[in-house]
C-alpha cells in the first residue's frame, strides 16, 4: 500500500463562486514517488455563503461524479460573493459567512466563521516519536496484478475540539453522541440491534461547533470520530474521489433544514399511516386475516392497517408478487370486505426471486437478475432464512417496468401500501445492467427499489404514496416510512433500538417506527407492554410485528386492557402527531426527536438517548429495563406530568416507580397539546378539537402566562396559530382558537379566573358542566373547561 498526501499548492484560480487548486504530493516512507511531476486537482465551489462542496480528485482523468442523488442545489443556493488574499504563505477565501483558509507552501485547509474555527485539518497528529497517528488529505493505492498501482481509498483528518460533540450518521444502535466511536456507513443486514450496523447509513455528521459535514458517495465510509485517536476525526472513502459538502447552521435544527434542502424532504403521509398497523410473521389465509380484524373491532382496539408478510404468496414462488389464492382466496373481494371495515392492506415484498420460482427461469432468460461477472445470475443462499435465489436488477429499465407493473395492478385492486423488506445483499463483486459493480452500487441500490414501486403507485393514482421500508443511504428519507427492524425480544434490544431511532433522527429523517415487542422470539407480557407504551406515544408511525403473534391478547388481559388505553390515547393525540407531520414535511425536521435536537445549550440533554420528545411539547421516558423504576431527565422549564398533572421544575433528574400501566409522559408547560376524540380508525370525519392547555405556574411577577402552538389545519393546508393567554395582573384569560375547536381545558388555577373571552367573546361561568359559551372551574385539578362549540360527546385526556 502507498499513501500520498496533499503537501504544497502549485497553482490556483479563482471564478465567481469557486477555487480550484493543483496541489503537489509527497509520500511518506519513500524517497520519491512513483511520479515527481504527478499533481492532484483541488476544487472548493460555493453554493452559498455558507455551504460549499470540497472534491479532491486522485485519478483526474476519470472526473464523473458518483453523488448518489440528484441533490437539490437550488434548495440551498444563495449569491455568493468571494474574495482571495495571500498572506504569510495563506491563501483565504472568504465569503460574506466563511473564511477558507489554505496554506500553500506546505498545504493546511481549516474553515473559520466569526473568528472561529469550526473545521481543521489535522497534520499534527503523531506520537512522542514523531509518528503519525492519522494521515491528512491523502489518497491510497495498493499493488495489482504484481506490479501496477490502482487508488482504492481517499481521506483526510480533521482536528476533534475537547468539548465537541457528534451526531448523525443514520440508525446506529450505539451511543447518540458518536465521540468516541468508529462508524461504517455500508447499508448491510445487522441481524439485531447490538453492533454499530445498520441498514440505514447516512454518511452525515452534525457538530455541536456549527457545522454539518456529508460525504457525497456512494462508496463505503468510514469514520473514526476520536476512537483511535482522541483528538482527531478521520474520514476514509473507497474510491478515488474525495467529496464532501460543508455547511454550517447556528442549531443542530439549523443543519438538519440545511442537510434536508439538499438531498430531499417527505411528503406528509396519508392521515391513515398515523393510526396503528398490526402484522407478525406472518398472517398464512384470509380466515387468519379476518378472524384478526374482527377481534380488533371487537375489543374496541384501534387499528388502520393490517399486514401480511411472505404468506400472502406462494412461500416457495416467491417473490413472484402474485396472490396464494389457496391461502387468500378472492383477494380483492377480501380487501373491499375490510376496507368497508377502516382497514388498508398492506402487503411484504423483497427484491430477490427464489430459485424453485417458475419467474427465476423468465428473468433469467431476460436478463432481469445481477449478474456474477461471468454474465450469469448472481445466486445467493440465507437471503432471508434457508432460501436461494436471485437478486433483481433495477437499473436494468425492462426488470424496473416488470416489477412496477406488478405492483400497479395489486394497488389498483385496492392494496394500500407495500413493505420492501431487504435490500442490503448487493455483493461487491455483483455487475448491474448500468456496467457499475455492487461496490459502487451497494447503498444506492435500496433508492432503485423504492422508487420503482413508488412510481408504480404514483401510475395507480396515489398523490402520496405510502411505502414501509428498511435500508436507506443519502436521501432516502424522501421514501416515508422507515422502520428499525429485526430488534430481538428483551429490553436491552428494546433500548438499542431507540437508539438507532433517535441517531436516525438526527440524520435528516422523519417517519421512523419500531417493531413493537421486538422481532426474534416471543416477548414476556412486561416487555410488550412497555415495548408498545413508547412505540405508540413516541414514534410517528407504531406498527406491532414479530416472528410469534403480537395482537394484544396473546399477552393476557391486564396487557390487553393497557395496551388498548395506549392505542386510543394515540389517536387522541392525531391532530398534535399529524401538526408535527407537516412540519417534517416543510422542514425536514423528524416527528420523533432526541433531547439535544431542543435544548442543545443543555449539557446533560446531549447524553440523553433513552427518552425522547415527540414533536416538541411532550417528553416520553421509555420504561427499559424489567420493574417500573427508572431515572428521567427534565429539561430547564417546567414540566407537567401528563397524566396526574403534577408539576416538576427541570434541570435536573427525577426517580420515578410506576405501576406497569403507566409510562412517564410529561407536558411542557406553556404548551397547547391538541387532541380528538378517538375513533376505531381514521378515515372519515376526523371529529371536533379539543385543547388541552398547560400553563406555567404563577411566578412571582404579575405578567402573563401564556401557552401557543401552530396546528396544521389540513383542509385549508396552512398552519393556524393557538394561543391562550393569562394576564394575571387583571386576573383575565383570553383564548384565540380557529374554527373546529369545540372545547379547551386549561390549567393550573388554583382559584377561578375573573374573566375568559374566546376570539375576543366574553364566556360566562358556570357551576355544573358548560355549554357552548360558557366555562367552569375545578377545584380538584384547578383546570378550566371551556366549551366553544357543541359536540356529540367528549373524549378528554386524562
Request: proline fraction near 7%; include cysteine.
Amino acid at each position: 500500500m502507498v499513501t500520498h498526501l496533499v503537501s504544497a499548492v502549485d497553482s490556483y484560480s479563482l471564478s465567481d463562486d469557486a477555487v480550484e487548486l493543483r496541489c503537489r504530493l509527497e509520500t511518506p516512507g519513500t524517497e520519491t514517488t512513483p511520479d515527481e511531476d504527478r499533481t492532484v486537482p483541488v476544487r472548493i465551489r460555493f453554493f452559498a455563503p455558507d455551504v460549499f462542496r470540497f472534491e479532491m480528485l486522485s485519478t483526474p482523468e476519470n472526473p464523473t461524479s458518483e453523488s448518489p442523488i440528484s441533490y437539490d442545489l437550488d434548495a440551498v443556493t444563495r449569491p455568493v460573493s468571494l474574495s482571495a488574499s495571500e498572506r504569510d504563505g495563506t491563501l483565504r477565501v472568504e465569503t460574506s459567512a466563511l473564511s477558507v483558509r489554505i496554506g500553500l507552501g506546505e498545504w493546511s485547509f481549516e474553515v473559520r466563521a466569526d473568528g472561529d474555527r469550526l473545521l481543521r485539518e489535522r497534520r499534527d497528529d503523531r506520537t512522542a516519536k514523531g509518528e503519525r497517528r492519522t494521515q491528512p488529505l491523502r489518497f491510497v493505492e495498493e499493488e495489482v496484478n504484481r506490479w501496477p498501482l490502482r487508488v482504492t481509498e481517499t481521506g483526510t483528518a480533521f482536528g476533534l475540539g475537547p468539548d465537541e460533540r457528534l451526531f448523525g450518521l443514520g440508525e446506529k444502535f450505539t451511543d447518540l453522541d458518536k465521540r468516541g466511536q468508529a462508524i461504517e456507513s455500508w447499508v448491510t443486514q445487522p441481524n439485531g440491534t447490538e453492533t454499530e450496523f445498520a441498514h440505514k447509513n447516512v454518511p452525515l455528521y452534525l457538530s455541536t461547533r456549527g457545522y454539518g459535514l456529508l460525504a457525497d458517495t456512494a462508496r463505503k465510509t468510514t469514520f473514526d470520530f476520536g476512537a483511535s485517536s482522541s483528538g482527531t476525526i478521520d474520514l476514509r472513502v473507497e474510491g478515488d474521489a474525495l467529496r464532501f459538502f460543508f455547511f454550517t447552521g447556528d442549531r443542530l435544527k439549523e443543519l438538519l433544514r440545511q442537510y434536508t434542502a439538499l438531498t430531499g424532504r417527505p411528503h406528509r403521509p396519508e392521515r391513515w399511516t398515523f393510526g396503528l398497523w398490526m402484522s407478525r410473521l406472518s398472517y398464512q389465509s384470509r380466515s387468519e386475516l379476518e378472524s384478526v380484524a374482527d377481534a380488533l373491532r371487537e375489543r374496541e382496539i384501534p387499528c388502520d392497517v393490517l399486514h401480511v408478510d411472505p404468506y400472502w404468496m406462494d412461500i416457495e414462488s416467491i417473490c413472484d408478487l402474485e396472490w396464494d389464492e389457496e391461502a387468500f382466496p378472492a383477494p380483492e373481494a377480501m380487501i373491499e370486505s375490510l376496507s368497508d371495515r377502516g382497514f388498508k392492506l398492506s402487503l411484504w415484498e423483497y427484491p430477490y426471486v427464489r430459485v424453485d420460482s417458475p419467474l427465476f427461469e423468465e428473468f433469467a432468460d431476460r436478463g432481469f437478475f445481477v449478474e456474477d461477472g461471468a454474465g450469469d445470475p448472481y445466486v445467493l443462499s440465507r437471503l432471508s432464512v434457508d432460501d436461494r435465489g436471485g437478486i433483481v436488477d433495477f437499473t436494468d429499465p425492462d426488470a424496473r417496468e416488470w416489477w412496477s407493473d406488478r405492483h400497479r395492478e395489486l394497488a389498483e385492486s385496492g392494496v394500500d401500501v407495500f413493505k420492501l423488506d431487504f435490500g442490503e445483499y448487493l455483493p461487491r463483486d455483483a455487475v448491474l445492467s448500468n456496467g457499475k459493480t455492487g461496490a459502487a452500487m451497494r447503498n444506492r441500490y435500496p433508492r432503485l427499489y423504492y422508487e420503482t414501486v413508488q412510481n408504480a403507485l404514483r401510475e395507480a393514482g396515489r398523490d402520496r404514496p405510502t411505502l414501509w421500508v428498511r435500508s436507506g443511504w443519502i436521501g432516502d428519507q424522501e421514501f416515508p416510512i422507515h422502520w428499525g427492524g429485526d430488534p430481538d425480544t428483551t429490553f436491552e434490544a428494546m433500548a438499542a433500538n431507540l437508539r438507532g431511532g433517535l441517531s436516525l433522527a438526527l440524520s435528516g429523517y422523519s417517519f421512523w417506527a419500531t417493531d413493537i415487542g421486538g422481532f426474534r422470539g416471543e416477548p414476556t407480557p412486561e416487555l410488550y407492554v412497555r415495548w408498545a407504551q413508547w412505540g405508540l406515544l413516541g414514534t410517528s408511525h407504531a406498527r406491532f410485528h414479530g416472528t410469534t403473534p403480537r395482537e394484544p391478547w396473546h399477552f393476557g388481559e391486564e396487557a390487553e386492557a393497557i395496551v388498548r388505553d395506549y392505542a386510543k390515547e394515540r389517536y387522541r393525540l392525531l391532530p398534535y402527531l399529524y401538526s408535527y407531520a407537516e412540519r417534517a414535511a416543510r422542514t425536514g425536521l423528524p416527528v420523533m426527536r432526541p433531547l439535544v435536537l431542543e435544548f442543545e445549550d443543555d449539557p446533560a440533554a446531549a447524553g440523553v438517548d433513552t427518552q425522547l420528545l415527540l414533536g416538541e411539547e411532550i417528553l416520553v421516558a421509555p420504561i427499559l429495563r424489567p420493574g417500573g423504576r427508572r431515572e428521567v431527565y427534565l429539561p430547564e422549564g417546567e414540566w407537567v406530568d401528563y397524566w396526574s398533572g403534577a408539576r416538576h421544575e427541570g434541570g435536573r433528574s427525577i426517580d420515578v416507580d410506576v405501576p406497569l400501566d403507566t409510562m412517564p409522559v410529561y407536558v411542557r408547560a406553556g404548551s397547547v397539546v391538541p387532541y380528538r376524540p378517538w375513533t376505531q380508525h381514521l378515515d372519515g370525519d376526523p371529529g371536533p378539537i379539543h385543547l388541552r392547555v398547560e400553563f406555567g405556574s404563577r411566578g412571582e411577577t404579575s405578567g402573563p402566562r401564556e401557552a401557543t402552538f401552530e396546528y396544521f389545519d389540513e383542509s385549508a393546508d396552512e398552519f393556524v396559530p393557538v394561543a391562550a393567554a393569562h394576564e394575571t395582573a387583571a386576573d383575565s384569560v383570553t383564548l384565540d382558537v380557529p374554527g373546529g375547536v369545540a372545547s379547551a381545558r386549561l390549567r393550573r388555577f388554583d382559584d377561578p379566573p375573573a374573566s375568559l373571552a374566546v376570539n375576543g367573546d366574553s364566556y360566562e361561568r358556570v357551576a355544573g358542566d358548560p355549554g357552548p359559551g360558557e366555562w367552569t372551574h375545578a377545584d380538584g385539578d384547578g383546570a378550566v373547561r371551556v366549551v366553544i362549540a357543541a359536540t356529540d360527546g367528549e373524549n378528554p385526556l386524562p
